[in-house]
C-alpha cells in the first residue's frame, strides 16, 4: 500500500493494522539534539486514548512507546527515529461476524475493490488506532517548536451534534478547562449536559459528529511556500487525512462566503492586524498571526442500530455493529487534529530554514 508517508524534510511513515501485533512509525529527517524519552510520549497518548471515560471506546491500550533506533542517551542523533506501540487489548472475535459484510460508512468495500483482500479486524489499516503514531511523532515535533520557536499547537472540541460552545464572540479560549475535562470542551459549565447527551446517544445505539478547532500560537511569519507548497493547502490535506474528517476550515472558512470584502480582509496596523478571517496565513505564507484550522468530523458509522448493507456475494444482508466503539470520534479527535498541524508546521519550518535561513527577520515586523 503506498501513501504511508508524509512531509518532506521532516518525514512520518506509520505501519500497522489496528488488531495487529503492533503499530509503529519511522521519523527521517528530525533534527539532532532534541532530548526525548519513552515517557515524554505519554500524556499526549493518553489525551488520544480510548477507554479513560465512558464516552469514548472501551478498549484500553496500553500504548507504551518503545523507541528503536534514532535517539542516544536520550538526544535524537539525527538518524531515522523508529518508533514502536504493542497492541495489547485488541478483540478481534467482535469482528467475527463482519468478515463477509461490508460495513456502510467504512472503507471494507473501497478496499476490497483496490486491493482485492481486506483485513477485517476493526478496520484493519483503515482504523483510527493509526493515529496513534501520528499523535506520538508530533511528541517531537512540538517539542521542537516550542523550544525553537516558542510555537504551541493547542485544539479543543468547537461543536459536538448541535452544541456549540457558550461563548461569546472572540473570547479567548482558557486551555486549563479544555484539558481538565473529557470533552475537551472549554466552557465547564456546559460539560454536565454533554455528558448527559453522550449517555444518551450511547443508550439509543446512536453516534454524531463534531468539530474541532486547533490554534497554533507564535508561529514566526514567512513559513511556507508559495503556489504548490501553500502552508494552508498543506494543513488541508494533513487533516483530511484523518479518519473521519469530512471538512477542513482555515481561519474563517465557509463564513467567508457571506463576508464582504471590507470586513475579510484583516487590515495591517502597526499596533497589529484588526483581525484573523486568513487564519494566520496570506498566500499560502504565515504572517505572524495564530494559525487556525477546523476540522469537522462524521458521526461514528459502528453503531448498534441495524443497518442495510451486502455481503461478498453481494445479497443484501443488515449489519449491527458488536464491539467498542465510540459515540463521537470528535472526542478523541482533538490530539489527532494537533499532531497534524504541528507535523506540517516543523516541515515547513525546516524547509524555510533550508531556503531562507540567512535572510533574518524582515522590518516591519506587525505585532
Known amino acids: 500500500m503506498s501513501s504511508n508517508s508524509f512531509g518532506k524534510l521532516f518525514t512520518v511513515t506509520t505501519f500497522g493494522e489496528s488488531h495487529g501485533p503492533a503499530i509503529g512509525c519511522v521519523i527521517d529527517g528530525c533534527p539532532p539534539g532534541i532530548a526525548i524519552a519513552p515517557q515524554d510520549f505519554a500524556h499526549d497518548l493518553s489525551r488520544r486514548a480510548t477507554g479513560k471515560s465512558r464516552f469514548t471506546s472501551q478498549r484500553h491500550e496500553a500504548d ?51 486491493y482485492g483482500i481486506r483485513d477485517p479486524r476493526g478496520g484493519g489499516r483503515a482504523s483510527a488506532r493509526e493515529t496513534t503514531m501520528r499523535v506520538a511523532a508530533a511528541v517531537i515535533a512540538k517539542k ?36 481538565s475535562n473529557a470533552f475537551f470542551w472549554p466552557v465547564a459549565a456546559q460539560v454536565p449536559r454533554l455528558e448527559k447527551y453522550i449517555d444518551a446517544l450511547r443508550k439509543d445505539g446512536d453516534s454524531v459528529g463534531a468539530r474541532v478547532d486547533v490554534v497554533a500560537s507564535n508561529v514566526p511569519p514567512g513559513w511556507g511556500e ?80 441495524p443497518g442495510r448493507s ?36 516543523i516541515d515547513q519550518a525546516l524547509r524555510h530554514r533550508a531556503q531562507c535561513g540567512d535572510v533574518g527577520e524582515v522590518k516591519p515586523r506587525i505585532a
Open 64 to 114: 507504551e512507546v518503545e523507541i528503536l533506533s534514532g535517539v542516544y542517551e536520550n538526544k535524537t542523533t539525527g538518524t531515522p527515529i523508529a518508533l514502536l506501540i504493542r497492541n495489547t487489548d485488541a478483540r478481534s472475535k467482535d469482528y467475527d461476524e463482519l468478515l463477509d459484510t461490508f460495513r456502510p460508512g467504512h472503507a471494507d468495500y473501497t478496499y476490497w475493490q483496490k
Open 310 to 345: 451486502v455481503n461478498l456475494a453481494g445479497e443484501q444482508v443488515e449489519v449491527r455493529s458488536k464491539g467498542r466503539h465510540d459515540p463521537c470520534v470528535g472526542i478523541r479527535a482533538v490530539p489527532i487534529a494537533e499532531a497534524m498541524v504541528a507535523l506540517v508546521l
Open 226 to 305: 508559495p503556489v504548490y507548497g501553500k502552508l494552508d493547502a498543506e494543513l488541508a490535506s494533513a487533516l483530511m487525512s484523518i479518519n473521519a474528517v469530512k471538512g477542513v476550515e482555515i481561519g474563517a472558512g465557509f463564513a467567508s462566503v457571506s463576508q464582504r470584502g471590507s470586513e475579510h480582509r484583516d487590515e495591517l496596523r502597526s499596533d497589529g492586524f484588526a483581525s484573523n478571517h486568513a487564519g494566520g496565513i496570506l498566500g499560502g505564507i504565515t504572517s505572524g498571526q495564530d494559525v487556525l484550522a477546523s476540522i469537522a468530523l462524521k458521526p461514528t458509522s459502528s453503531i448498534l442500530k
Open 144 to 179: 521542537w517548536l516550542r523550544e525553537k520557536f516558542g510555537v504551541q499547537v493547542r485544539g479543543y472540541l468547537a461543536q459536538i451534534g448541535d452544541v456549540m460552545p457558550d461563548l461569546s464572540k472572540g473570547a479567548v479560549i482558557d486551555f486549563d478547562i479544555v484539558e
